[in-house]
């Protein structure tokens, strides 16, 4: 490769090296110059000896890197080189250490350990955890070397966290957090665990039942709901919760395959359920309308009720308590309030209390009731669900027919 003038270089003349037939080079002084190739690229390189063999370090293309920082990474060559160390070398080692930051930040290491655990763990807590640090902790501190996460990082997210209302999962949060950091010092990836100074700082608060709504507040629900701006799914989802009582999550995830609307059954797998067993839920007429109405609107996806950010995941665990807090339910009522509002009244219509704990899927927790057995008894409840929907119109019903009398 030809070398043109000794004299050192400008930003001008490395801007306006023109490409030729053949390959040149354009010197700077120091051992670093400019190689300009015959397709118009040009390259910094480092000539240096060591041990008396001639080397060359490509530094990297212009105009990417400047002149001035060129010379920059020249000077921090030759202290190398001063030491008896290649720059290439050197190179390749700091990218070996920041591949291995990388495979050592939080998010990486909190995976690692949901990987060790998660046999020991039910499907519905596995994905309880994953979606918790996926939603609140990964967007903050997942990118971050596990080393280079504080006590303060934990606790602005617990506090803010909290602060939405949550301070349950608040609490799960810092102790996932400390699992995670303790699984991190034993495998010598972190020096201590900084989430176990704010033990404390979030008090799980005490498990209360939920409030049930009386039978005159229903109707006043439904028709705030209904005169919402939610959309019609959001809607259709609140009913669908009055109507079958399960859990938010239940049927938040719920998916079309799990659905038998001809014969009018919702089959839950053991693998989406809290107590890791089956759960049928038999839909009244009044379920199976909204269900097809739903279907209408878009039932061409898997699940229900889709993220619409990303429809491959369902809807966000907020999105339905933060629609009654609009409604001004926030603070006394949320979405798991259902439950409560359809056990107090079945219980007052006289049904069986083992049809109601078997339709609440609480029969895995009761010792009184372990006996039920739930296939034996579904024609009951069958007929439960159907009576529990008809209760739900005659409310409804009876405060039309009041207003109208009133007017």
């Known amino acids: 490769m030809a070398a043109r003038s000794s004299a050192r270089l400008t930003d001008a003349r490395v801007r306006n090296a023109k490409r030729s037939d053949q390959a040149y080079k354009l010197t700077d002084g120091a051992g670093l110059y400019l190689a300009v190739q015959p397709t118009g690229a040009k390259c910094w390189r480092y000539r240096y000896r060591i041990a008396g063999r001639e080397n060359v370090f490509a530094i990297g293309e212009y105009p990417a890197i400047s002149l001035q920082q060129a010379r920059a990474e020249r000077d921090k060559a030759r202290e190398l080189v001063r030491t008896g160390v290649h720059p290439v070398a050197h190179r390749r080692a700091q990218k070996l250490v920041a591949a291995s930051e990388a495979a050592e930040t939080f998010e990486a290491i909190a995976k690692e350990w949901i990987t060790k655990n998660k046999e020991g763990w039910s499907s519905y807590y596995l994905s309880q955890v994953e979606t ?46 400390s699992a995670i950091f303790r699984y991190a010092v034993v495998t010598l990836r972190a020096d201590q665990d900084p989430a176990a100074a704010l033990k404390g700082a979030v008090t799980k608060p005490r498990t209360k039942h939920k409030r049930a709504l009386a039978r005159s507040e229903i109707p006043e629900l439904l028709v705030k709901v209904e ?34 609307l001809d014969n009018a059954v919702w089959e839950i ?57 609009r409604l001004g339910y926030g603070g006394h009522f949320s979405a798991h309030g259902f439950r409560a509002t359809a056990s107090t009244h079945l219980n007052e219509m006289g049904w069986s209390g083992d049809a109601i704990e078997r339709q609440l899927s609480h029969l895995e927790r009761s010792k009184v009731r372990a006996s039920y057995n739930h296939a034996e008894h579904l024609a009951e409840r069958i007929r439960m669900m159907q009576a529990w929907a008809d209760h739900l119109d005659g409310a409804v019903n009876a405060t039309s027919k009041k207003v109208d009398d009133d007017n």
Do not use: Y
């Open 132 to 177: 918790v640090l996926s939603q609140d902790v990964f967007p903050d501190i997942g990118r971050l070397p596990i080393k280079a996460v504080h006590a303060a990082h934990i606790l602005a997210i617990l506090k803010r966290v909290e602060k939405r209302g949550a301070p349950s999962i608040a609490f799960l949060i810092r102790q996932w957090a």
């Open 269 to 325: 797998p053991e693998e989406r359920m809290k107590m890791g067993t089956r759960h049928i839920v038999p839909l009244s007429t009044q379920a199976v309308a909204l269900l097809r109405r739903l279907k209408a609107i878009d039932g061409s996806r898997p699940l229900l009720f889709p993220n619409h950010r990303d429809p491959r995941r369902p809807m966000s665990a907020t999105t339905l308590n933060r629609c009654l807090e």
């Open 227 to 260: 005169a919402s701006g939610s959309s019609p799914p959001i809607k259709i989802a609140l009913r669908l919760l009055l109507l079958t009582f399960v859990r938010p999550k239940e049927l938040r995830d719920a998916a079309w395959a799990e659905f038998d």
